[in-house]
């Protein structure tokens, strides 16, 4: 057979072969398989959108909404514990050093509790008062960021001096504050009790006199030296001496501090005090002691110039030797760099 002949041979098949193709496919029976095949697609990607949609919202959905640490200072044995519900360990110790806590009591942790710094800097300046004018059990509660003082107080003469260091902070405070030894009266007297009218009216004159003498005497006075000690330490619990940088000069926030001191001073012309320069431990020891003493010099100028005896401060530079908190890697630490007032007595 010759070649031409072979290739028409194979157009011929060809063509057969399409027809039969054609004519012989069962159009119908396709295109409802690919239907149901499109409609399966389409639900296994609907039913995976779900699915990855559902994942994202469990990986990105909404957060818990926060809530705030709640804690309560307890005076036990003359000592202060803490116990309190925190989201973690480390919250309750920052707490716990930020205060100056005694002793842990019971901790229980939230991840969704938060620590309020505001909150923490106006219970810091109760914690010195709350030591020493309050009997045990006594205690400051913070819940949902309110505060609140309750207890007993060593001394009713507490009471004042208390609510003079309450005013000054200048905070929302709640107090439930109980005198010693306090006594319910009946309204009616008993019979043993009950002194004449005459007699009473003497006494009671009496005493006016004596306590009007007394106000002359000591109305800008306070008792004792640790009530002076305690109006200065609370000052300076939120109103920090500083100087301009690189420099024994005074800021003029600082001024406004030292001026508040002088006037207690000035009304205690009896009691010495010692002002007491520290720094960080960056730099050399002997650097550092001298910009301590040079400061706590200009502490002492600023007050003598406002009409506190010469006499009646002594100005010491420590330097580093008395750190309150851990410097960091570099030696620094602002808390470090501090001017403290210390009384010392008649």
Avoid at 101 to 130: A, H, M, Q, T
Wanted: charged content about 30%; hydrophobic content about 35%.
């Amino acid at each position: 057979m010759s070649l031409l002949r072979k290739i028409f041979f194979l157009l011929v098949c060809f063509l057969l072969l399409n027809v039969f193709s054609i004519y012989g496919f069962d159009y119908n029976d396709y295109f409802s398989k690919k239907t149901n095949s499109t409609s399966i697609k389409e639900d296994t990607f609907t039913d995976d959108l779900i699915s990855f949609k559902d994942k994202i919202f469990n990986l990105f959905g909404e957060k818990e909404e926060d809530k705030p640490a709640n804690f309560v200072l307890e005076k036990k044995s003359g000592v202060i514990e803490m116990s309190g519900l925190f989201a973690n360990q480390e919250d309750a110790s920052k707490v716990a050093d930020f205060l100056n806590v005694n002793r842990e009591g019971d901790y229980k942790f939230e991840d969704n509790r938060v620590l309020d710094e505001n909150v923490l800097e106006s219970v810091s300046p109760l914690i010195i008062p709350f030591k020493d004018f309050f009997s045990d059990n006594s205690k400051i509660t913070v819940v949902d960021n309110e505060i609140t003082l309750s207890g007993e107080l060593k001394d009713s003469n507490y009471k004042d001096l208390l609510e003079t260091l309450i005013s000054r902070l200048n905070i929302d405070l709640k107090t439930d504050i109980r005198l010693p030894n306090a006594i319910v009266q009946n309204d009616t007297p008993k019979k043993e009790e009950i002194i004449s009218e005459n007699t009473t009216n003497s006494v009671q004159n009496e005493t006016n006199n004596e306590i009007k003498v007394q106000n002359e005497q000591t109305s800008n006075q306070v008792s004792t030296k640790e009530d002076v000690q305690l109006l200065i330490n609370n000052l300076l619990q939120t109103r920090k001496i500083t100087f301009e940088r690189r420099s024994t000069t005074l800021t003029e926030d600082s001024k406004l501090v030292i001026q508040d001191i002088s006037k207690i001073l000035i009304d205690n012309p009896t009691l010495k005090v010692e002002v007491a320069g520290h720094t960080d431990s960056r730099g050399k020891d002997e650097l550092n002691k001298q910009i301590s003493q040079d400061r706590a010099n200009s502490v002492k100028e600023f007050l003598v110039s406002l009409g506190v005896s010469k006499d009646k401060i002594t100005a010491i530079g420590y330097g580093e030797e008395f750190p309150i908190a851990k410097d960091d890697e570099n030696g620094l630490s602002e808390i470090n760099r501090r001017v403290e007032f210390n009384i010392l007595g008649d």
